[in-house]
């Protein structure tokens, strides 16, 4: 080995690191998507509370922030935007007003049948069979909580 070489014992290629995988999978699904969410009008972090809000509506930010696993001071900026646009509502729960509750507005609920078709481009951007593509999150997600569990 010559003065410019370093020794790589047990550093893998770039190609073979399932962190890069998943990393770079994640910037290939953001190209796919933005075009489908530019449509819409929002970025995709604002489609996902969109999404998490269309499932259950009237939501706490604390909850969304787990659902999403979002911190506030990141979820908190989401949100205003998704206001300022007409989207969704925050208000003060009166049971409770250390609360934030987030609703879904008319407009928010009508851009889900805007967005119905979305699911169907990204799933045959991906050229996998449904079965393949459920095994797959599957096992992301068992890697996710694994890594969580390692992280805490």
């Known amino acids: ?28 699904f953001n190209r796919v998507y933005k075009p489908l969410l530019d449509r819409l009008g929002v970025t995709y972090p604002q489609y996902l509370v969109l999404i998490s809000l269309w499932d259950r509506d009237d939501q706490t930010v604390g909850a969304l922030g787990k659902a999403l696993m979002l911190e506030s001071n990141t979820l908190t900026p989401l949100l ?27 407009a928010g609920r009508a851009l889900r049948g805007e967005a119905d078709s979305i699911t169907m481009c990204i799933l045959e951007a991906t050229g996998l069979p449904i079965e393949e593509l459920r095994d797959l999150q599957t096992k992301i997600v068992r890697l996710r909580d694994h890594l969580n569990r390692a992280a805490a």
Request: charge should be negative; glycine fraction near 8%.
């Open 80 to 106: 205003k935007r998704l206001e300022g646009m007409g989207l969704v509502s925050r208000a003060r729960d009166p049971q409770d007003e250390r609360q934030v509750r987030v609703k879904l507005t008319e």
């Open 1 to 28: 080995m010559n003065d410019t070489q370093t020794d790589n014992a047990g550093v893998l290629p770039i190609a073979d690191m399932i962190c890069f995988s998943v990393y770079s999978a994640g910037h290939a």
